[in-house]
Each structure stands twice: as structure tokens, then as C-alpha cells.
């Protein structure tokens, strides 16, 4: 399968642990997008990545969050003393070179902190 | 800041009927608006995109136009079945040089019963 790949798929937590994500894009896309999406609402923005550079964070991503693209390939997002208000899924999101490129999702990594 | 907003919240349809979904923008730079479908446990996956420089795009039982005066953007299905049962978000971005970064609406449950 050549499609975004996320792990984990499920994560349980407790309150003010470390969690990381991480996620493979597909293998050509040079820019890469993590959104963030609780019950009953669409994704949020948070950061976006091109290669290996990251270009942009949304003010949703608190000083808790860290994201990286070492290589300008996987991408891993850290939140660091998880918070009850971090439950939600966390998209993955990767696209080409060309002008308006269409953003391929991944599954995505529920996390629910306990 | 930018924001997009989707109406309805739900939607229920008898298969074989047309579902119509809106959306409004509040950013007049928008260029580029897609429309996502994401089944329960999976990603948003692209069913359909329009560029600013179009006023419609049709994909076989699938429609999208655009109101750039009015700021409005629609999605029209026909001939609905059971498998369109799906959450439907729209987007919008001002992409430039490949980099789009997706503001979403807050979704429309879609529910087609046969």
C-alpha cells in the first residue's frame, strides 16, 4: 500500500505523560501537514512541513507539541504532560510538488488521555 | 481569521435523491476548495476539488460550484446510495506554490436510507 501510514492507530494515556506519532507519507510528496480533529468537528490545522523544513505552526500547537521531518520523510509529532484537552485524532496529511496539490490523508492516531 | 462554515450539520435522504451540501468562506484569497468524505475509524479522502478560476466541476453523480462574489461553495450528489452514508467536509485554502494549508468546515453527516 503506498497511502499514508500512521502509528499508532489507538493511544491510551495518562495525564501528563509523553506520547509520540508518527507518521509516513507517501514516498514522492516533499510536503507534509499534521491536523488535529476532535469529536464532531473537522480537522485543524497545526503544522506543515516542506521537506524537511517546517514552514508553518498553527497557535494550536502549544509549546507542548513538537513536530520534526529529520530526513524530509516521516514526520513525528510529540505532546509532552498530555492534558485532557489533547484527546482528539491526529491527521497526517502529505502532497506533491505541483501547484494545488491534492493533500492525501492518512488513518490517523486517536489519542485519549485518561 | 479565515473560517468556513458548512451547513447542514446532518442531512438524511432517501436513496436515489440529491443531497446538497454549503459551505461559505470568509477569506476572499481562497483559490482552492475541496471536498473530503471520511467513514468512520478512516481518513478524509478527496472526492472532489475546484480551483477559484472555475465555476463548476462535475465527477459522474458528484458536483461542485463556486460563488466567488458570494463567497459560497456547494456540493451536489444525485442519485444518492446507501455506500454515500459518509461524514462530507468541505475546505478551503489560499494555496500558493503548492503549499495549501486547509481550513475546514465542521462537517455534514450524510445519511441515505434505501
Known amino acids: 500500500d503506498t497511502g499514508v501510514s500512521q502509528d499508532p492507530r489507538h493511544k491510551i494515556t495518562k495525564r501528563g505523560q509523553n506520547v509520540t506519532f508518527r507518521c509516513d507519507p507517501i514516498?514522492?510528496?516533499?510536503?507534509l501537514y499534521w491536523y488535529r480533529q476532535t469529536l464532531g468537528q473537522g480537522p485543524e490545522f497545526l503544522t506543515y512541513?516542506?521537506?524537511?523544513?517546517?514552514?508553518?505552526k498553527s497557535r494550536l500547537l502549544s509549546d507542548r507539541f513538537s513536530a520534526e521531518r529529520p530526513k524530509g520523510s516521516f514526520s513525528t509529532l510529540e505532546i509532552q504532560r498530555t492534558e485532557q484537552g489533547d484527546s482528539a485524532m491526529y491527521l497526517c496529511?502529505?502532497?506533491?510538488?505541483?501547484?494545488?496539490?491534492?493533500?492525501?490523508f492518512g488513518p490517523g492516531t486517536r489519542l485519549t488521555v485518561l | 481569521g479565515e473560517n468556513v462554515e458548512q451547513h447542514p450539520s446532518t442531512l438524511s435522504v432517501q436513496e436515489g435523491d440529491s443531497a446538497v451540501i454549503k459551505c461559505t468562506y470568509s477569506?476572499?484569497?481562497?483559490?482552492?476548495f475541496p471536498w473530503y468524505k471520511q467513514e468512520l475509524g478512516k481518513g478524509p479522502q478527496l472526492i472532489i476539488d475546484?480551483?477559484?478560476?472555475?465555476g463548476e466541476k462535475k465527477d459522474q453523480r458528484i458536483a461542485v460550484t463556486l460563488n466567488k462574489t458570494a463567497k459560497h461553495f456547494s456540493l451536489h450528489i444525485t442519485e444518492t446510495q446507501p455506500e454515500d452514508s459518509a461524514v462530507y467536509f468541505c475546505?478551503?485554502?489560499?494555496?500558493?506554490?503548492?503549499?495549501?494549508?486547509?481550513?475546514f468546515g465542521a462537517g455534514t453527516r450524510l445519511a441515505v436510507h434505501p
Open positions: 475546484i480551483r477559484s478560476n472555475v
Open positions: 475546505a478551503a485554502s489560499k494555496g500558493s506554490g503548492g503549499y495549501n494549508k486547509l481550513i
Open positions: 496529511a502529505s502532497s506533491g510538488q505541483r501547484e494545488y496539490n491534492e493533500q492525501f
Open positions: 512541513f516542506q521537506n524537511e523544513a517546517q514552514l508553518e
Open positions: 477569506d476572499s484569497a481562497s483559490n482552492y
Open positions: 514516498s514522492e510528496h516533499n510536503r
